[in-house]
């Protein structure tokens, strides 16, 4: 599964679920949650189903194939959340005693069906229940269509059963520690097409006039939450890899985007089923494009559902793709599908491998200064989160099972596996990987299955790495000092760890890789393994080193204090993309006129567009003079992705001629969607006089995914304007471009700190009102927004709309967010005055800056200063 916000993909969606003031991971009334008692084994799940897309209901029965695991069965329970049950009964043919056909008891409450059986069964007595149902599901099956405020929607249904949501749409054992094959009789009116897990076997005329029923039949065993049920009106795209039919569902006249998006897809396949040794294990894959999909993508066994987000148009597949998105979803076809966790806790093990396989993905396809700078964005991403909290990796404590779905479970989850790699290198990695995959195929798992299965293939003990890594919290937090010796030849590397807290590890066992450029141009590596919480490194060396680089692939926080002359020379020369990327940053943070130089030589001529990025950013950081126009003068370099940053970093500067730069990109274009939503974010940090008509613009300019208007309205919440409240009020309706929706939404909360009471209490009214929303994600935008305002006149709306969200993502966003608002409501005009004083602030560092550089350079030429 993979997570989507406003664009493309985004797996940290609940990057902001922690608590900032801080809070931990839990929340009060969490609690363990341990693997269900399975009482059966369900062998085969058969449904038969009409869907009626126009009444929006689902009617028809489902069959469990099963055999106790102990004597003396006298029933069983399935899960079933508002749907009615109208039979019970056996089907033939019964072994021993039993009535084929025969009616069974059977009471509904609180969720679970429980079936009393005619008879008790003994283990291995095979057995078939048939339950009759009907429904119109709120949850688990999605009904889409046109409404008065959206007239142009198409008519779908679509299924999402991660994490226990098929329950909603029919009786289940809904719970992933019980794998069985399943088949599906659909039946839909005329034009529509079903597409389902498995292989379709058959379509055939239907039981009523004008209606179809497609017979599909997975005969691979699975958990009942990757099943899966898509229908509507599609076009098929036909691929293919090694015999394995590959087909893309769109909507009709997207036949040519999807062809470009999803060409990769043969590759994926190829590569993970090389890697893993196991050839693709089912008989086709699909990719189906639906509308108003709550997730990014979700990995269904042979059948994933993907948000139409991803089908990027030309223009946005100039600096976009959809391909780690594509890949996370098929790598989970081996790890999430033909192996499962057991039970939630252990779902690292699906999300983690698959975020590891995406990142594969990218070193393979896009070479190896990619894969680094990806690696770092998921360090990046995890770290932020661990700012908020730190929790291990496997933990049984939550509310909700999506809880757990965060970025240590994704990005800390993926590096792990990166690092283990670095740790066994290339060939027993994949031996190790290998024999996982081969040993528990088609099974549930654990994270020991993982450990015992490399400890088999490689001899190797890794129990301090588990330990450290996956079920102990957190991560080495480093600082360190560099020094030459000329005398003995040596580089000093002090290094000292300093994390502490619940669950972490006091010294993390860290083999670290020192690489060192000499003056003579030659490259060394050594490796210094910390052992202790404070080491000192003497590293022999045959001349003095230029730059030194300390393990980019090594999860941590780093604060390694070089000489300035030494970054600068890492920056121009490093061969190793992470090595310019830290030196970027290192030279951001110390902001001197010799810095400024290198970072804008950097943003203008670097090699990789990341480290071009990285050197915007840090310029902008600086926020001096010389640092603008370090900036302006690299505005139109040619990647797109390094124009976006250079043009995002202008907003840091409130000068004009950081605002006329941005004025022209909103006002000329840009060959990139992202680039001129980039302008339109950042007019509005510069607060100049021209910035609010130039959004007005960009609100004109429609685009993928609506960026350049989510943008203009990032935009006005940055320019305190208060005549950009009844803009993002109105845009934030029912009715308007979804994602442009939820854009407006959040940018009011930062409008209202700027507002007149009246504007206040009307931006918290109608944030309230969109908490009951139909689209989850403005439920969500208004949340955050209130938590953002300290709102202490939402609380019980909040509290309310934790109690009876359907989405557990929107149950812990209102419940973190009424915890945020009662911990911080006497802080809200403090937290105002703060920010105003420190925007003073870097307004009079910058001119001081400004002023010392003009000495300087008075200095250098030989003149008295002035």
Request: glycine share 8%; hydrophobic share 40%.
């Amino acid at each position: 599964m993979d997570y989507v916000e406003g664009g493309l993909s985004c797996r940290g969606y609940q990057e902001r679920l922690g608590l900032a003031n801080g809070g931990g991971f839990t929340l009060p009334g969490d609690k363990p949650h341990y693997p269900r008692d399975r009482v059966v084994d369900i062998e085969h799940v058969r449904l038969d189903i009409s869907l009626d897309l126009d009444a929006r209901r689902v009617s028809g029965s489902v069959a469990h194939t099963f055999s106790p695991l102990n004597d003396g069965l006298a029933g069983l329970d399935l899960d079933a959340v508002e749907l009615e049950i109208s039979a019970v009964r056996l089907a033939g043919p019964s072994t021993g005693s039993g009535q084929a056909g025969g009616a069974l008891g059977h009471s509904l409450a609180d969720g679970r069906l429980r079936i009393e059986l005619d008879r008790p069964r003994n283990a291995g007595e095979k057995e078939t229940v048939v339950v009759e149902f009907s429904g119109s599901p709120r949850r688990g099956l999605y009904f889409i269509g046109p409404d008065e405020a959206y007239p142009d929607k198409r008519r779908e249904v679509w299924s999402q059963g991660e994490d226990e949501d098929s329950r909603h749409w029919f009786p289940c054992y809904d719970y992933p520690n019980e794998m069985a094959t399943s088949e599906m009789h659909v039946t839909v009116r005329e034009p529509f097409t079903v597409i389902a897990i498995g292989e379709l076997r058959g379509v055939e005329p239907g039981p009523q006039p004008g209606t179809r029923t497609f017979h599909w039949h997975q005969d691979v065993p699975h958990v009942t939450y990757l099943t899966s049920v898509c229908a509507g009106e599609f076009a098929e795209v036909r691929d293919g890899w090694d015999g394995v039919p590959i087909l893309y569902y769109v909507p009709p006249g997207k036949e040519a985007d999807a062809r470009e998006v999803f060409k990769n897809t043969p590759d994926m396949m190829r590569l993970f089923s090389e890697k893993t040794g196991i050839r693709y294990p089912y008989a086709k894959y699909s990719q189906v494009v639906v509308q108003d999909f709550i997730f990014g993508g979700m990995e269904n066994v042979s059948a994933t559902t993907l948000t139409d987000s991803a089908l990027l148009d030309a223009r946005a597949r100039l600096d976009n793709d959809a391909d780690g998105l594509l890949a996370h979803e098929i790598a989970h076809q081996w790890f999430g599908d033909l192996l499962t966790c057991r039970d939630w806790s252990h779902g690292w093990l699906n999300e983690g491998f698959a975020t590891f396989m995406e990142l594969l993905y990218t070193e393979h396809n896009k070479g190896r200064d990619e894969f680094l700078y990806s690696l770092r964005s998921e360090m990046d991403n995890y770290l932020r989160e661990a700012g908020q909290y730190k929790r291990p990796i496997v933990t049984n404590v939550y509310n909700e099972p999506i809880d757990l779905f965060d970025r240590h479970f994704y990005e800390k989850g993926g590096i792990v596996l990166n690092m283990l790699r670095a740790c066994l290198g290339e060939t027993l990695f994949w031996k190790a990987i290998q024999r996982y995959a081969a040993s528990r195929r088609g099974t549930n798992v654990v994270t020991q299955d993982l450990q015992r299965a490399i400890e088999e293939a490689t001899g190797r003990n890794l129990d301090w790495f588990f330990d450290q890594w996956v079920y102990g919290a957190g991560h080495p937090e480093i600082k360190g000092s560099y020094a030459w010796d000329e005398g003995g030849r040596s580089a000093k590397l002090s290094l000292k760890q300093t994390q502490s807290g619940e669950r972490i590890a006091e010294v993390f066992r860290l083999p670290l890789r020192v690489d060192f450029k000499l003056e003579g141009g030659e490259t060394v590596s050594r490796t210094a393994e910390m052992t202790e919480r404070e080491q000192t490194f003497y590293i022999s060396l045959p001349a003095k080193p230029k730059l030194l680089r300390l393990d980019g692939e090594v999860l941590k926080s780093l604060e390694l204090e070089l000489p300035g002359e030494m970054l600068r020379e890492q920056l121009a020369s490093d061969e190793d993309v992470l090595g310019r990327v830290e030196a970027a940053r290192a030279l951001g943070k110390k902001g001197d006129k010799d810095a400024i130089v290198a970072l804008g030589k950097a943003a203008r001529e670097d090699a990789f567009w990341g480290v071009q990025a990285e050197a915007a950013r840090a310029l902008g950081s600086i926020r001096s003079n010389a640092a603008l126009a370090e900036l302006v003068s690299a505005v139109s370099v040619s990647h797109p992705k390094a124009r976006r940053a250079v043009v995002r970093a202008l907003g840091e500067f409130r000068e004009e001629r950081a605002a006329a730069a941005l004025a022209k990109v909103i006002e000329g274009g840009d060959a990139s969607y992202y680039v001129e939503a980039a302008a339109a974010a950042a007019i509005g940090k510069t607060r100049s006089p021209r910035a609010f008509a130039a959004l007005e613009r960009s609100l004109t300019k429609d685009s993928m995914n609506d960026v350049i208007r989510s943008a203009a309205f990032e935009g006005f919440a940055e320019l305190h304007d208060e005549r950009a409240v009844p803009i993002a009020i109105d845009w934030s309706r029912y009715g308007r471009p979804q994602i442009a929706r939820t854009a407006a939404a959040r940018a009011l909360a930062k409008l209202a700190e700027f507002a007149s009471e009246g504007r206040k209490d009307e931006i918290v009214d109608h944030l309230v009102a969109l908490l009951d929303d139909p689209w989850f994600r403005s439920q969500d935008a208004a949340i955050a927004a209130l938590e953002e305002l300290k709102a202490t006149k939402a609380l019980p709306h909040l509290e309310r709309t934790a109690q009876r969200a359907l989405d557990g993502r929107t149950v812990r966003a209102a419940r973190l967010a009424a915890q945020s608002i009662r911990r911080g409501a006497d802080k809200g005009d403090e937290l105002k005055k703060l920010r105003e004083e420190f925007d003073k602030l870097v307004d009079e560092n910058r001119g001081l800056k400004d002023r010392l550089d003009k000495l300087e350079s008075r200095l250098g030429e030989g003149q008295a200063p002035t």
